[in-house]
Protein backbone atom coordinates (compact mmCIF):
# COMPACT_ATOMS: atom_id res chain seq x y z
CA UNK A 1 0.00 0.00 0.00
CA UNK A 2 2.96 2.54 0.28
CA UNK A 3 2.98 2.76 -3.37
CA UNK A 4 -0.43 4.79 -3.16
CA UNK A 5 -0.69 8.17 -5.10
CA UNK A 6 -1.90 11.26 -3.09
CA UNK A 7 -5.32 13.15 -3.96
CA UNK A 8 -5.24 16.59 -2.60
CA UNK A 9 -8.86 17.29 -1.29
CA UNK A 10 -9.76 20.83 -0.95
CA UNK A 11 -12.45 21.76 0.90
CA UNK A 12 -14.56 24.52 0.75
CA UNK A 13 -17.87 23.54 1.97
CA UNK A 14 -21.62 23.61 0.40
CA UNK A 15 -24.19 20.93 0.99
CA UNK A 16 -22.01 17.84 0.79
CA UNK A 17 -20.62 19.74 4.33
CA UNK A 18 -24.20 20.30 5.28
CA UNK A 19 -25.91 18.13 7.82
CA UNK A 20 -29.61 19.07 9.42
CA UNK A 21 -29.46 21.05 11.83
CA UNK A 22 -32.33 20.46 14.70
CA UNK A 23 -32.58 23.90 16.20
CA UNK A 24 -33.20 25.67 12.37
CA UNK A 25 -34.75 22.58 11.26
CA UNK A 26 -32.46 23.36 7.81
CA UNK A 27 -29.36 22.03 6.57
CA UNK A 28 -26.32 24.27 7.44
CA UNK A 29 -22.46 23.87 7.14
CA UNK A 30 -21.05 21.27 9.89
CA UNK A 31 -18.57 18.83 8.14
CA UNK A 32 -14.81 19.63 7.75
CA UNK A 33 -13.23 18.10 4.40
CA UNK A 34 -11.29 15.29 6.62
CA UNK A 35 -15.12 14.42 7.81
CA UNK A 36 -16.17 13.73 4.38
CA UNK A 37 -12.89 11.67 3.69
CA UNK A 38 -13.29 9.89 6.40
CA UNK A 39 -16.76 8.99 5.91
CA UNK A 40 -15.47 6.96 2.51
CA UNK A 41 -13.46 4.65 3.80
CA UNK A 42 -12.57 3.18 0.27
CA UNK A 43 -10.84 6.12 -0.40
CA UNK A 44 -7.86 5.25 1.31
CA UNK A 45 -7.80 1.98 -0.22
CA UNK A 46 -7.26 3.73 -2.99
CA UNK A 47 -5.05 6.60 -2.72
CA UNK A 48 -3.62 8.04 -0.06
CA UNK A 49 -5.74 11.72 0.76
CA UNK A 50 -4.19 15.05 1.91
CA UNK A 51 -7.17 16.97 3.20
CA UNK A 52 -7.00 21.36 2.62
CA UNK A 53 -9.35 22.88 4.85
CA UNK A 54 -9.90 26.34 3.19
CA UNK A 55 -13.26 26.87 3.83
CA UNK A 56 -16.67 26.41 5.10
CA UNK A 57 -18.89 28.28 3.09
CA UNK A 58 -22.49 27.37 1.40
CA UNK A 59 -21.31 28.42 -2.39
CA UNK A 60 -23.66 31.49 -2.68
CA UNK A 61 -21.23 33.05 -0.26
CA UNK A 62 -17.97 32.00 -2.54
CA UNK A 63 -17.15 34.61 -5.57
CA UNK A 64 -14.46 37.01 -7.22
CA UNK A 65 -12.94 37.64 -3.16
CA UNK A 66 -11.96 33.81 -2.73
CA UNK A 67 -11.42 32.43 -5.95
CA UNK A 68 -7.53 33.72 -6.28
CA UNK A 69 -6.95 32.06 -2.92
CA UNK A 70 -8.22 28.88 -4.04
CA UNK A 71 -6.82 29.16 -7.60
CA UNK A 72 -3.34 29.35 -5.09
CA UNK A 73 -4.11 26.98 -2.79
CA UNK A 74 -4.96 24.27 -5.43
CA UNK A 75 -2.11 25.49 -8.16
CA UNK A 76 0.83 24.81 -5.05
CA UNK A 77 -0.96 21.33 -3.99
CA UNK A 78 -0.39 20.73 -7.85
CA UNK A 79 2.88 21.82 -8.12
CA UNK A 80 4.26 19.13 -5.40
CA UNK A 81 5.82 16.04 -7.41
CA UNK A 82 3.82 13.82 -4.93
CA UNK A 83 0.22 14.93 -5.77
CA UNK A 84 -1.73 12.90 -8.38
CA UNK A 85 -4.49 15.42 -8.61
CA UNK A 86 -6.33 17.54 -6.59
CA UNK A 87 -10.18 17.42 -5.93
CA UNK A 88 -12.48 20.87 -4.70
CA UNK A 89 -15.18 20.02 -2.50
CA UNK A 90 -18.02 22.90 -3.32
CA UNK A 91 -21.54 23.88 -3.32
CA UNK A 92 -23.64 23.54 -6.48
CA UNK A 93 -25.09 26.95 -6.70
CA UNK A 94 -21.73 28.24 -7.95
CA UNK A 95 -19.81 25.33 -8.34
CA UNK A 96 -19.42 25.97 -12.30
CA UNK A 97 -18.23 29.40 -12.19
CA UNK A 98 -15.46 28.21 -9.36
CA UNK A 99 -14.53 25.68 -12.03
CA UNK A 100 -14.40 27.93 -14.68
CA UNK A 101 -12.10 30.55 -12.86
CA UNK A 102 -9.86 27.82 -11.65
CA UNK A 103 -9.89 26.29 -15.32
CA UNK A 104 -8.89 30.10 -16.45
CA UNK A 105 -5.74 30.34 -13.92
CA UNK A 106 -4.54 26.92 -13.70
CA UNK A 107 -1.84 25.45 -15.73
CA UNK A 108 -1.02 22.49 -14.30
CA UNK A 109 -1.86 19.34 -16.61
CA UNK A 110 -2.85 17.26 -13.63
CA UNK A 111 -6.74 16.54 -13.06
CA UNK A 112 -8.69 18.81 -10.74
CA UNK A 113 -12.22 17.12 -10.31
CA UNK A 114 -14.88 19.81 -8.45
CA UNK A 115 -17.24 17.92 -6.50
CA UNK A 116 -20.59 18.18 -4.96
CA UNK A 117 -23.48 17.16 -3.55
CA UNK A 118 -27.27 17.96 -4.12
CA UNK A 119 -28.18 16.09 -0.86
CA UNK A 120 -26.59 16.82 2.43
CA UNK A 121 -24.93 14.43 4.48
CA UNK A 122 -27.87 13.60 7.14
CA UNK A 123 -30.46 12.12 3.91
CA UNK A 124 -30.42 8.79 3.36
CA UNK A 125 -29.67 9.02 -0.24
CA UNK A 126 -26.81 11.34 0.12
CA UNK A 127 -24.90 11.89 -3.05
CA UNK A 128 -21.83 13.59 -1.55
CA UNK A 129 -20.00 9.94 -0.98
CA UNK A 130 -20.38 8.27 -3.85
CA UNK A 131 -19.23 11.70 -5.72
CA UNK A 132 -16.09 12.20 -3.86
CA UNK A 133 -15.24 8.27 -4.31
CA UNK A 134 -15.75 8.92 -8.31
CA UNK A 135 -13.81 11.92 -8.11
CA UNK A 136 -10.77 9.89 -6.90
CA UNK A 137 -10.91 7.48 -9.48
CA UNK A 138 -11.38 9.71 -12.20
CA UNK A 139 -8.08 11.14 -10.85
CA UNK A 140 -6.13 8.00 -10.67
CA UNK A 141 -7.65 7.28 -14.71
CA UNK A 142 -6.54 10.49 -15.87
CA UNK A 143 -2.80 9.69 -14.38
CA UNK A 144 -2.44 6.40 -16.13
CA UNK A 145 -2.93 7.53 -19.35
CA UNK A 146 -0.48 10.43 -21.10
CA UNK A 147 -3.46 11.32 -23.24
CA UNK A 148 -5.64 12.24 -20.42
CA UNK A 149 -3.74 15.21 -19.07
CA UNK A 150 -4.43 18.47 -19.92
CA UNK A 151 -8.11 18.21 -19.87
CA UNK A 152 -8.50 20.85 -17.77
CA UNK A 153 -11.27 21.37 -14.46
CA UNK A 154 -13.88 19.00 -14.63
CA UNK A 155 -16.94 18.64 -12.73
CA UNK A 156 -18.21 15.12 -11.87
CA UNK A 157 -21.41 14.31 -10.02
CA UNK A 158 -23.70 11.34 -10.58
CA UNK A 159 -20.77 9.69 -12.50
CA UNK A 160 -21.10 12.31 -15.26
CA UNK A 161 -17.63 14.66 -15.97
CA UNK A 162 -18.06 17.67 -17.67
CA UNK A 163 -15.71 20.34 -18.92
CA UNK A 164 -15.39 23.92 -16.65
CA UNK A 165 -15.99 25.99 -19.78
CA UNK A 166 -19.54 24.22 -21.00
CA UNK A 167 -20.92 22.81 -17.57
CA UNK A 168 -24.15 24.37 -15.87
CA UNK A 169 -26.49 23.51 -13.21
CA UNK A 170 -30.08 22.24 -14.95
CA UNK A 171 -32.02 21.38 -11.44
CA UNK A 172 -32.97 23.19 -8.10
CA UNK A 173 -32.23 18.97 -6.47
CA UNK A 174 -32.04 16.11 -9.13
CA UNK A 175 -28.87 14.53 -8.78
CA UNK A 176 -28.31 14.82 -12.33
CA UNK A 177 -28.08 18.47 -12.26
CA UNK A 178 -24.79 19.23 -14.25
CA UNK A 179 -24.76 18.90 -18.01
CA UNK A 180 -22.65 20.65 -20.56
CA UNK A 181 -25.75 21.01 -23.29
CA UNK A 182 -25.25 20.04 -26.94
CA UNK A 183 -21.18 19.79 -25.94
CA UNK A 184 -22.04 16.71 -24.50
CA UNK A 185 -20.05 15.08 -21.21
CA UNK A 186 -16.33 14.15 -21.02
CA UNK A 187 -17.20 11.14 -20.43
CA UNK A 188 -17.87 8.74 -17.11
CA UNK A 189 -17.33 7.28 -14.03
CA UNK A 190 -18.96 3.54 -14.64
CA UNK A 191 -18.83 1.18 -12.02
CA UNK A 192 -15.75 -0.76 -13.64
CA UNK A 193 -13.80 1.85 -15.12
CA UNK A 194 -13.68 5.65 -16.04
CA UNK A 195 -14.52 5.63 -19.78
CA UNK A 196 -13.65 9.16 -21.45
CA UNK A 197 -15.11 10.06 -24.75
CA UNK A 198 -13.87 13.48 -25.78
CA UNK A 199 -11.68 16.14 -24.46
CA UNK A 200 -12.52 20.13 -24.80
CA UNK A 201 -10.98 22.00 -27.39
CA UNK A 202 -11.72 25.83 -26.24
CA UNK A 203 -9.54 25.68 -23.38
CA UNK A 204 -7.40 28.24 -22.27
CA UNK A 205 -5.40 30.24 -19.34
CA UNK A 206 -5.05 33.63 -18.35
CA UNK A 207 -2.53 35.06 -15.86
CA UNK A 208 -3.75 35.63 -12.02
CA UNK A 209 -3.41 39.21 -11.92
CA UNK A 210 -2.95 41.20 -8.54
CA UNK A 211 -6.81 42.79 -8.90
CA UNK A 212 -9.91 41.29 -10.65
CA UNK A 213 -11.23 43.65 -12.52
CA UNK A 214 -14.78 44.78 -11.06
CA UNK A 215 -17.75 43.48 -13.25
CA UNK A 216 -20.94 43.76 -13.06
CA UNK A 217 -23.87 42.13 -14.55
CA UNK A 218 -26.75 43.26 -15.70
CA UNK A 219 -30.29 41.14 -17.12
CA UNK A 220 -32.02 42.55 -19.82
CA UNK A 221 -35.96 42.11 -18.60
CA UNK A 222 -39.43 43.20 -20.11
CA UNK A 223 -39.37 47.21 -19.48
CA UNK A 224 -35.83 47.67 -18.53
CA UNK A 225 -34.89 51.17 -18.28
CA UNK A 226 -31.01 51.04 -18.20
CA UNK A 227 -30.79 52.20 -14.57
CA UNK A 228 -29.09 49.18 -12.78
CA UNK A 229 -26.60 50.04 -16.11
CA UNK A 230 -26.09 53.21 -15.44
CA UNK A 231 -25.83 52.63 -11.61
CA UNK A 232 -23.17 50.39 -12.13
CA UNK A 233 -20.98 52.72 -14.33
CA UNK A 234 -21.55 55.36 -11.87
CA UNK A 235 -20.66 53.58 -9.04
CA UNK A 236 -17.48 52.48 -10.23
CA UNK A 237 -17.60 49.30 -12.65
CA UNK A 238 -14.91 48.41 -15.27
CA UNK A 239 -17.10 46.17 -17.01
CA UNK A 240 -20.98 45.32 -17.60
CA UNK A 241 -22.13 41.83 -18.97
CA UNK A 242 -25.92 42.11 -19.81
CA UNK A 243 -27.67 39.10 -19.83
CA UNK A 244 -29.50 39.90 -22.92
CA UNK A 245 -32.11 37.84 -25.00
CA UNK A 246 -31.53 35.76 -28.26
CA UNK A 247 -28.88 35.73 -29.84
CA UNK A 248 -27.80 38.96 -27.68
CA UNK A 249 -30.20 41.30 -27.89
CA UNK A 250 -31.75 44.65 -26.00
CA UNK A 251 -34.68 47.11 -25.90
CA UNK A 252 -33.67 50.64 -26.81
CA UNK A 253 -33.63 52.24 -23.14
CA UNK A 254 -31.19 49.37 -22.45
CA UNK A 255 -29.14 50.29 -25.74
CA UNK A 256 -28.88 53.63 -24.64
CA UNK A 257 -27.69 53.21 -21.41
CA UNK A 258 -24.97 50.58 -23.28
CA UNK A 259 -24.21 53.44 -25.66
CA UNK A 260 -23.54 55.80 -22.67
CA UNK A 261 -21.43 53.02 -20.99
CA UNK A 262 -19.46 52.48 -23.69
CA UNK A 263 -18.26 56.01 -24.39
CA UNK A 264 -17.41 56.20 -20.58
CA UNK A 265 -14.90 53.93 -20.96
CA UNK A 266 -17.01 50.59 -19.43
CA UNK A 267 -16.45 47.69 -21.06
CA UNK A 268 -19.63 45.85 -21.86
CA UNK A 269 -19.88 42.26 -22.86
CA UNK A 270 -22.80 40.63 -24.13
CA UNK A 271 -24.43 37.10 -23.14
CA UNK A 272 -27.40 35.33 -24.06
CA UNK A 273 -29.75 34.16 -21.09
CA UNK A 274 -30.26 31.31 -23.29
CA UNK A 275 -29.02 28.30 -21.80
CA UNK A 276 -27.66 26.71 -25.91
CA UNK A 277 -26.04 28.64 -28.68
CA UNK A 278 -23.94 31.45 -29.16
CA UNK A 279 -24.54 35.14 -28.61
CA UNK A 280 -24.01 36.90 -31.89
CA UNK A 281 -24.39 40.39 -33.35
CA UNK A 282 -27.44 39.56 -35.48
CA UNK A 283 -29.92 41.85 -35.47
CA UNK A 284 -30.22 45.27 -36.96
CA UNK A 285 -32.81 47.25 -34.52
CA UNK A 286 -31.47 49.35 -32.20
CA UNK A 287 -30.61 47.11 -29.79
CA UNK A 288 -30.20 44.11 -31.92
CA UNK A 289 -26.71 42.59 -31.19
CA UNK A 290 -25.89 44.42 -34.56
CA UNK A 291 -26.53 47.79 -33.35
CA UNK A 292 -24.18 46.79 -30.39
CA UNK A 293 -21.45 45.61 -32.08
CA UNK A 294 -21.80 48.39 -34.13
CA UNK A 295 -21.45 50.47 -30.77
CA UNK A 296 -18.50 48.76 -29.29
CA UNK A 297 -19.41 45.54 -27.43
CA UNK A 298 -18.11 42.05 -27.14
CA UNK A 299 -19.83 39.25 -27.90
CA UNK A 300 -19.15 36.40 -24.98
CA UNK A 301 -20.13 33.33 -28.03
CA UNK A 302 -21.67 30.63 -25.96
CA UNK A 303 -20.75 31.04 -22.50
CA UNK A 304 -23.22 31.80 -19.62
CA UNK A 305 -23.52 35.15 -18.33
CA UNK A 306 -21.76 34.33 -15.25
CA UNK A 307 -19.33 32.27 -16.88
CA UNK A 308 -18.81 35.47 -19.25
CA UNK A 309 -18.49 37.47 -16.03
CA UNK A 310 -15.59 35.02 -15.10
CA UNK A 311 -13.56 35.41 -17.95
CA UNK A 312 -13.98 39.21 -17.89
CA UNK A 313 -13.02 39.68 -14.55
CA UNK A 314 -9.26 38.32 -15.76
CA UNK A 315 -9.22 39.59 -18.93
CA UNK A 316 -9.52 43.18 -18.49
CA UNK A 317 -6.63 43.65 -16.24
CA UNK A 318 -4.88 42.38 -19.33
CA UNK A 319 -6.33 44.42 -21.83
CA UNK A 320 -8.90 46.95 -22.42
CA UNK A 321 -8.95 46.69 -26.69
CA UNK A 322 -12.16 45.20 -28.02
CA UNK A 323 -11.16 43.09 -30.73
CA UNK A 324 -8.33 41.73 -28.13
CA UNK A 325 -11.33 41.04 -25.54
CA UNK A 326 -13.74 39.66 -28.46
CA UNK A 327 -10.77 36.75 -29.20
CA UNK A 328 -10.59 35.39 -25.51
CA UNK A 329 -14.21 34.82 -26.03
CA UNK A 330 -13.91 33.28 -29.23
CA UNK A 331 -11.48 30.69 -28.10
Given amino acids: ?6 VAIVATGGTIAMTHDPVTGAPVPALTGADLAAAVPRLSDLARIEVVEFANLPSAYMGPDLWPGLSRTVADLLARSD ?6 LHGTDTLDQTAYFLDLTLVSDKPVVMVGAQRNASEADADGA ?5 AVRQILAQ ?4 DLQGLGVTVTLNHNINAAREVRKSHTNNVETFNSGEAGFLGQVDEDRVVFARKSLRRQTLPLPARLARVELVAMAAGTDGRQLRHAVADGAEGVVIAAYGFGNVNEALYDAVV ?9 VVASQVPHGRALPVYGFKGGGSTLRAAGAVFADDLSPDKARVLALLALPITRDRQALQAYYDR
Fill in 1 to 6: MTDRPT
Fill in 143 to 146: GARE
Fill in 83 to 88: IAGAIV
Fill in 130 to 134: RNLLN
Fill in 260 to 268: EAIAAGVTI
